[in-house]
């Protein structure tokens, strides 16, 4: 009678769960789609939002992480098959699974957006400090939830995971919280490219501000096939604890 009332239990745990991983993932999607068309337009909230919703899915497994597995399976391993059974994935809340692509479209959609806005000119020391910060006492959590004879492993992929999503989620927070926009004129100085096999290609601009320094800003494409001929002003917006954002765009 326990056996199969806890096997009846748990399987309503990871269905819960799978049901709160799809309504995260459409809500991002959603977003995204009422941003682009002009619906959802605070760009400020729309990343916070992106940036927050994934946490949904880490503290309901780690409320339930007697039956989470953060780490991935292939072939290679030795419990590949019992964790590839239909009864083992009705039992399990998994990370590395069908979500996971689409978590991470939305989590480079989201670093290359915030890249692209949140460029940070002052006080990088503290978004890192508070990255650290933030990194331990989730270690610190998953040290005393995360069990099992691969704990070790299992620490290791959840770190990871904390890894990339709190510096997301530290950055976005911080740059919520920054000040309205602040112009100035900038001259435009040089223009240079990086390229690489997983990045593709990054486009900079460099200008001088009006204290007669030089700052390089990562910009789009079109900004950077016409920033010669274009009105460029830099954008400050004051953060918190000290956080300056400056980013360059058209006037």
Known sequence: ?????????????????KVLSTLVIVAQFLIIVLYHFDIW?????????LGLL???????????????????????????????????????IEFFNG????QDIILLYDMIALF????????????????????LIMMLIGFFRIEGKDKKNQMIYYGFIMAIFI??????????????ARHEDCTFV???TTHSTKGGTHYYVTVRLQDGTEYESMVGKTLYQKAEET?????????????????VHGS
């Open 1 to 17: 009678m326990t056996d199969s009332y806890e096997l009846a239990r748990t399987k309503k745990i990871v269905t819960v769960g």
């Open 41 to 49: 337009t605070s760009q400020k909230k729309m990343l916070l939002a």
């Open 54 to 92: 994934p946490w949904v899915r880490y503290i309901y497994a780690l409320i339930f992480s007697k039956i989470t597995c953060w780490d991935e399976c292939n072939e290679k391993d030795k419990d590949y098959k019992v964790r590839s059974t239909a009864l083992w994935k009705e039992t399990h």
């Open 99 to 102: 979500f996971a692509f689409f």
């Open 116 to 135: 692209m806005v949140a460029q940070t000119y002052k006080g990088f020391s503290k978004i890192i400090i508070l990255w650290v910060a933030i990194f």
């Open 167 to 180: 510096g997301l989620t530290v950055n976005t927070t911080c740059y919520y919280l920054s000040a309205p």
């Open 190 to 192: 040089s223009k240079s």
């Open 231 to 247: 009105e460029l002003v830099a954008c400050h917006r004051e953060g918190p604890l000290g956080i300056e954002y400056l980013r």
